[in-house]
């Protein structure tokens, strides 16, 4: 097998990496104190779904800005089977030749890769993430010394800070998914294997089964050997054809609550609990003060809640009431503040033009609003709710590998 490096302009033609960098479809970052830049698909790329061959082998790729060496070359970007049975442009349909199945671990891509003396790891999108410094952490505890320089290690970040939707319970690993020589060449999990077991584990291969029995096992949500998946307990397999291509099969539970845990904001627990605070209300008031539609409010009979939280996790629901109990105590906390505003106010409630002075020197301008309510006896906590609103917010859970797509 050759060992000549691969080069950055020989993997990727310079004119289209330019574009797909000037187009916001590939990022470029770069490294805090070597000469290396990481390059990765961005979330535009995703939603917008331009998959080509600069966007698919920019998933984690670092190359050496002196050299143009190729110095970490990760597992080209692989689509779910139901891409490829769809016709997607960009998954053709699969070959018609055998394939192992590995189990789909959920965590952190982990990029590995030897640079200036020193075994080094990348996550998919960043030199300097959180996983990647826990990465990088245990693996300046462990005994490299067995890895080969010039190979590219991708593994799996698994530590319970970085849980997704499975659960692992207190497992702390870097699970070997594949290795590549610094050629492009793939080497057989079976070859990597044993140089790796210094630093973690091995993904789980399984006995191969034809496509269309793995398949039934997942739309009926079975796992090999016939235990009913929760979608907490594993994500998926991947499939690995002989000819190196992948696809990927996901439990239908595991894509319901990645949906949920990577997508729920403080924003849409504030107005699902809203919905079902406010349920004695016209549905055309709720629909303007909380900016949700009337589609929604009739899709999720009035408990938008309710029906999240009744399969999720257990820390999810202790974070949704977490959240819920924070925007309580702020609206309580609002209405106090408007009592003691229209309580000074109040003598005054006889001559509105002199209230409306008033009102416009009360120091506390969220309380304003609600001052006229109160003075026509009208309830202020809707008002007062709107008031509350989370700001724009991350979700519960974050997914670098997979989000948006399921």
């Known amino acids: 097998m050759s060992q000549a490096s691969l080069t950055l302009h020989e993997l990727l033609p310079p004119r289209e990496l330019a574009a797909a960098l000037d187009a916001g479809h590939v990022t470029r970052k770069t490294h805090p104190e070597l000469p290396l830049s990481l390059y990765t698909y961005t979330r535009t790329c995703q939603y917008e779904g331009v998959w080509n061959r600069v966007t698919t082998r920019c998933r984690g790729l670092v190359a050496d800005d002196t050299t143009g060496e190729v110095v970490a070359l990760p597992l080209p970007k692989f ?31 982990a990029v590995v890769f030897h640079y200036a ?14 996983q990647a410094t ?35 319970g207190d497992r702390r ?29 091995v993904v789980t291969v399984r006995p191969p089964m034809p496509l269309a029995e793995l398949l039934a096992l997942m739309e009926a949500g079975t796992l090999p050997g016939g235990r009913v998946a929760t979608g907490t307990d594993a994500e998926g397999f991947v499939l690995r054809f002989a000819s190196g291509v992948r696809a990927k099969a996901k439990l239908p539970e595991y894509v319901r609550l990645h949906k949920v845990l990577t997508g729920v904001t403080e924003r849409d627990v504030w107005r699902g609990h809203g919905v079902q605070r406010f ?128």
């Open 117 to 130: 003396d020193r075994w080094r790891v990348a996550s998919k999108g960043s030199f300097t993430s959180t």
């Open 279 to 406: 349920a004695h209300l016209p549905a055309a008031q709720l629909v303007q003060a909380l900016g949700c539609s009337p589609e929604e409010l009739a899709a999720s009979g009035g408990r938008p809640l309710d029906a999240l939280l009744e399969q999720v996790p257990d820390e999810f629901d202790a974070w949704v009431r977490e959240v819920i109990a924070r925007i309580e105590k702020e609206v309580a906390d609002r209405e106090r503040a408007i009592d003691d505003a229209y309580r000074a106010l109040a003598p005054l409630a006889g001559d509105r033009a002199a209230f409306a002075r008033a009102v416009r020197e009360l120091p506390d301008a969220a309380v304003r609003p609600a001052m006229f309510l109160r003075l026509d006896g009208r309830p202020t906590e809707l008002v007062t709710y709107r008031s509350v609103r989370p700001r724009a917010s991350d979700p519960f859970r974050d997914d670098e590998e997979n989000r948006p797509c399921p």
């Open 173 to 201: 690993d870097l699970v070997l998914l594949a290795a590549f020589a610094k050629d492009g060449t793939e080497i057989p999990l079976a070859e990597a294997a044993p140089a790796w077991q210094p630093v973690g584990s």
């Open 79 to 109: 689509f779910n089977v139901g891409e490829h049975r769809a016709g997607r442009p960009y998954a053709p349909a699969l070959p018609d030749e055998p394939f192992e199945v590995s189990d789909k671990v959920d965590g952190s891509l």
């Open 134 to 168: 826990w990465a990088q952490r245990r693996l300046d505890g462990r005994d490299t010394t067995a890895l080969t320089p010039g190979v590219t290690y991708l593994a799996e970040i698994l530590y319970p800070e970085n849980r997704i939707v499975v659960d692992y």
